[in-house]
């Protein structure tokens, strides 16, 4: 009864691997591996994700150069107000509906 069991067991996991395995032996068809060019909103939104990322980069080692002593607190202040705002517009950007619901809130009296 056990060497059915374990036969049977074998046989199991060799279909499951089988199975699993199979997607990775097949010839792979060219036309489904090739990329599509991205589009012009993809390239403007990867634009926009990068100038955010840089400028939230160059943020955080501000903070850091400052709270460290390296920068002082006249340069800190001096070049700390424009890289919050090429950040705030980078996520404007990338957030339109964001940027409406922000502009609806401020204009209310």
Do not use: N, W
């Amino acid at each position: 009864m056990t060497l059915l069991a374990l036969v049977l067991a074998a046989v199991l996991a060799a279909a499951c691997v089988g199975y699993v395995a199979l997607p990775f032996l097949r010839e792979p068809d060219p036309e489904s591996d090739r990329l599509d060019e991205p589009g012009e909103l993809d390239r403007r939104r990867v634009a926009l994700e990068e100038e955010r990322d840089r400028a939230l980069g160059a943020l955080k080692e501000l903070e850091f150069d400052h709270r460290t002593g390296t920068i002082a607190d006249d340069d800190y202040r001096a070049l700390v107000g424009p890289l919050r705002r090429q950040a705030a517009e980078a996520i404007r950007a990338l957030e339109p509906r964001a940027a409406s619901s922000v502009a609806r809130v401020r204009s209310r009296p």
